[in-house]
């Protein structure tokens, strides 16, 4: 079975300028995670999606990060514009179905993308 | 504010030892509790969970712990083998099937030989 995939895997952009994060989750798998690790510290949720709606943003950064997921299938991130703060790993994860599993349903990553921002 | 804490950023241990990770919660609502392990260049992978039910749960060579009272969590890895050097997470939810995971800051795990 094939895993959560990533791309790009690097980035590198000065400040001010857009950058695109992108994820495809295992086939099948309902609900779609983003998460930001800052260096030293742990995966931090951006954002959460069941199928193509969204059920937890209250962490995104709304005035400069966005998210959508087409379909219900893949997923993009997108930083518009990035600060220097934003210089994090980007990770992708996604589980079956947070309704049908329980008590808690196991989150699969892929293996992010490191966004330096200048 | 860091509701999981790990207080030890590093661990070093002897092969064949006993590995002992702790973390610890401020949120008394968590109820799931789970261990991620995460090589470099490579995303977590699921280790091993423990529901706010159980004071104990055990796979193999990894034994998990869970002091409510104490708002505690411990890692056993015994023996310990130097394929087991990584980071290590602990994690935890709040609300079962809502699947919020909140991380600790991570304690990197090194085996040696």
């Known amino acids: 079975e094939a895993g959560v995939a990533q791309s790009p895997r690097y980035k590198i952009i000065e400040k001010r300028q857009s950058v695109a994060f992108w994820c495809n989750p295992i086939?099948?798998?309902?609900?779609l995670y983003w998460y930001q690790q800052i260096l030293g510290q742990g995966p931090k949720l951006l954002i959460q999606?069941?199928?193509?709606?969204?059920?937890?943003d209250s962490q995104l950064p709304k005035d400069r990060f966005s998210a959508e997921r087409l379909k219900g299938v893949d997923s993009t991130l997108k930083i518009q514009p990035a600060k220097l703060e934003d210089s994090a790993v980007y990770l992708c994860?996604?589980?079956?179905?947070?309704?049908?599993?329980?008590?808690?349903?196991?989150?699969?990553f892929g293996p992010g993308t490191r966004l330096t921002v200048l | 504010d860091q509701q999981v804490k790990q207080n030890s950023p590093s661990l070093s241990v002897q092969e064949g030892r006993i590995s002992i990770l702790n973390c610890d919660y401020t949120?008394?609502?968590?109820?799931?509790f789970l261990w991620y392990k995460k090589y470099p260049a490579e995303g977590p992978t699921f280790l091993i969970s423990?529901?706010?039910?159980?004071d104990k749960n055990e796979d193999g060579r990894f034994t998990v712990f869970l002091n409510k009272s104490a708002k505690h969590l411990s890692l056993h890895i015994v023996p310990s083998q130097p394929g087991d050097s990584a980071v290590y997470f602990c994690?935890?939810?709040?609300?079962?099937?809502?699947?919020?995971?909140?991380f600790g800051t991570g304690t990197r795990l090194t085996v040696i030989p």
């Open positions: 994860a996604s589980s079956l179905d947070v309704q049908r599993q329980g008590p808690l349903d196991e989150q699969f």
């Open positions: 086939s099948g798998h309902a609900t």
């Open positions: 999606f069941q199928n193509n709606g969204v059920v937890d």
């Open positions: 949120n008394s609502m968590f109820d799931y």
């Open positions: 423990i529901s706010s039910i159980k």
């Open positions: 994690a935890a939810s709040a609300v079962p099937g809502a699947n919020n995971l909140f």
